[in-house]
């Protein structure tokens, strides 16, 4: 909801980053690795106690992912790249999920339940942008949601910011991924009947 609607008001310094890597002779592929590598650290980071560092580098993360996007619209676009990009955005997310259940393993029931929900909802998103002939900003039909990046980002940050709260925070990320599955599927069957 908030990559759909928000995104206006950091979209400049998206479009001047994107613009000054452009300028360095950098492409959207090697920022999309790069955001892969950083958002590792992510997890790195929180295994070694870390979360306020590991928070920051997600976030880091997040914003480069949208960067490559932006560059990938000024220059010509590669399908792999929208592979390696979606790809790499769900490595880092399983890659919190791993390192949140080796540091907090009697979490491992709602970690479990979460994932399977991100499944289910990434599943349907990416069927549906494969399927549909609607075709937006990005390079394939975008469907939006009530979780979409920006909303994992913040639960994922509340998650390691806030270990006592951790199992009614996972809970709480598993129900908006799955409300956001079920969203998309309605829209799917009324858009592509």
Do not use: C
Not at 52 to 66: Q, R, T
Not at 125 to 136: D, I
Not at 165 to 186: K, N, P, V
């Amino acid at each position: 909801m908030l990559d759909t609607h928000a995104r206006k008001y950091v979209q400049p310094s998206i479009d001047k980053t994107a613009h000054y890597f452009l300028n360095q002779g950098r492409s959207a592929d090697q920022i999309t690795i790069i955001a892969l590598f950083i958002g590792l650290g992510t997890s790195i980071l929180y295994i070694l106690g870390h979360p306020v560092a590991a928070v920051v580098l997600l976030w880091l993360s997040g914003f480069l992912d949208a960067v490559d996007g932006t560059m990938a619209r000024h220059t010509k676009t590669s399908p792999f790249g929208t592979v390696m990009d979606i790809t790499f955005d769900r490595v880092v997310e399983v890659g919190i999920i791993l390192a949140i259940a080796y540091v907090h393993p009697d979490v491992l029931w709602p970690l479990l339940l979460l994932t399977a929900s991100i499944v289910i909802s990434m599943t349907i998103f990416l069927v549906v942008g494969a399927v549909s002939e609607k075709a937006g900003v990005k390079s394939f039909y975008y469907q939006a949601g009530a979780a979409e990046r920006t909303e994992g980002f913040l639960l994922f940050s509340i998650m390691m910011l806030f270990p006592d709260y951790l199992f009614w925070s996972t809970l709480l990320f598993f129900a908006i991924e799955l409300f956001t599955g079920i969203q998309r599927f309605i829209e799917a069957s009324r858009i592509l009947k």
